[in-house]
């Protein structure tokens, strides 16, 4: 089945950026929360959209945390768990999309040990700043945390084994360019295990230019086929996308819907041959 990556939406790129970074900023220093009416993994209630996520989120680690300060456990901004999907093992570079305040990281760079290393990409210099204090608490070598956008990644080409991303993709104007680089980035075998918010069915004009929606991980989320065409369209194979709560149910080779949209939890993964 051939899906026209052209069927994501346009939207405005700065803006979208702008009104993410502001509200990740608002998180870092208390002014806004990730566990609110507004936020990733609370309760949206806007004047375009009405979608609540508890049940989308719920525990999100099978992996245990009970190792890491509240400081990183409490700025957990996701919807799934990557790390579990990705199968990490000893000696791997490990790359993740929008890091955050670093908790995928941690966790990742505990399982790839001292041989292998992490790198965070996030373009919120506040988010950066605490995953940095983050790190000196946890007292991890193997990760280090840069600065820049998911669609053009400072990390140099064919040198990651695995790439994380939770729930940050769906926050991005522009996915076909952040799976581009990701393929990039990766080495050949290398593989893309994400966390996303997705969806069956389109937002209208008016859900995708509520930018508070669209930072709170709902509004940027984009249709299921549209989702895969970008991903085979940068070059990935073996795609697979699954809803959290149907994990039986494959759905990268679902048709475009046009109806309304039906958010979902969902596990992404792919490999550049």
Same mark, same amino acid.
Not at 67 to 87: E, F, K, M, N
Not at 160 to 178: E, F, Q, R
């Given at each position: 089945?051939?899906?026209?990556?052209?069927?994501?939406?346009?939207?405005?790129?700065?803006?979208?950026?702008? $009104?993410?970074?502001?509200?990740?900023? /608002?998180? +870092?220093?208390?002014? #806004?929360?990730? =566990? *609110? &009416?507004?936020?990733?993994?609370?309760?949206?209630?806007?004047?375009?959209?009405?979608?609540?996520?508890?049940?989308?989120?719920?525990?999100?680690?099978? $992996?245990?945390?009970?190792?890491?300060? /509240?400081? +990183?456990?409490?700025? #957990?901004?996701? =919807? *799934? &768990?990557?790390?579990?999907?990705?199968?990490?093992?000893?000696?791997?570079?490990?790359?993740?999309?929008?890091?955050?305040?670093?908790?995928?990281?941690?966790?990742?760079?505990?399982?790839?040990?001292?041989?292998?290393?992490?790198?965070?990409?996030?373009?919120?210099?506040?988010?950066?700043?605490?995953?940095?204090?983050?790190?000196?608490?946890?007292?991890?070598?193997?990760?280090?945390?840069?600065?820049?956008?998911?669609?053009?990644?400072?990390?140099?080409?064919?040198?990651?084994?695995?790439?994380?991303?939770?729930?940050?993709?769906?926050?991005?104007?522009?996915?076909?360019?952040?799976?581009?680089?990701?393929?990039?980035?990766?080495?050949?075998?290398?593989?893309?295990?994400?966390?996303?918010?997705?969806?069956?069915?389109?937002?209208?004009?008016?859900?995708?230019?509520?930018?508070?929606?669209?930072?709170?991980?709902?509004?940027?989320?984009?249709?299921?086929?549209?989702?895969?065409?970008?991903?085979?369209?940068?070059?990935?194979?073996?795609?697979?996308?699954?809803?959290?709560?149907?994990?039986?149910?494959?759905?990268?080779?679902?048709?475009?819907?046009?109806?309304?949209?039906?958010?979902?939890?969902?596990?992404?993964?792919?490999?550049?041959?």
């Amino acid at each position: 089945m051939n899906v026209n990556v052209d069927t994501i939406q346009p939207v405005d790129s700065q803006a979208v950026r702008q $009104a993410v970074q502001e509200h990740y900023a /608002a998180v +870092v220093s208390g002014s #806004s929360t990730c =566990c *609110g &009416d507004d936020a990733c993994c609370g309760t949206s209630n806007t004047a375009a959209v009405d979608v609540t996520l508890d049940s989308l989120y719920g525990d999100l680690y099978t $992996a245990d945390t009970s190792w890491l300060p /509240a400081d +990183v456990t409490d700025l #957990s901004l996701g =919807c *799934g &768990d990557p790390i579990t999907l990705a199968g990490l093992q000893p000696g791997q570079t490990v790359l993740d999309l929008g890091s955050g305040g670093g908790i995928d990281c941690f966790m990742a760079a505990r399982q790839v040990g001292p041989a292998g290393r992490v790198i965070g990409v996030d373009m919120t210099p506040a988010m950066l700043a605490k995953a940095e204090r983050n790190r000196a608490k946890v007292g991890l070598d193997n990760v280090e945390f840069r600065q820049g956008y998911i669609e053009a990644l400072p990390v140099a080409s064919d040198t990651v084994d695995v790439i994380l991303s939770n729930c940050v993709i769906n926050l991005s104007p522009d996915k076909a360019a952040v799976f581009r680089e990701a393929y990039r980035v990766l080495r050949p075998g290398g593989r893309l295990a994400v966390s996303d918010m997705v969806t069956r069915g389109h937002f209208a004009p008016e859900e995708r230019a509520d930018l508070s929606a669209w930072a709170g991980c709902i509004s940027g989320a984009e249709d299921v086929a549209g989702y895969v065409a970008a991903m085979r369209a940068a070059g990935f194979s073996e795609v697979s996308v699954v809803d959290k709560a149907e994990p039986g149910v494959e759905l990268a080779a679902s048709l475009p819907e046009s109806g309304p949209a039906q958010l979902f939890s969902a596990r992404v993964t792919a490999v550049k041959k």
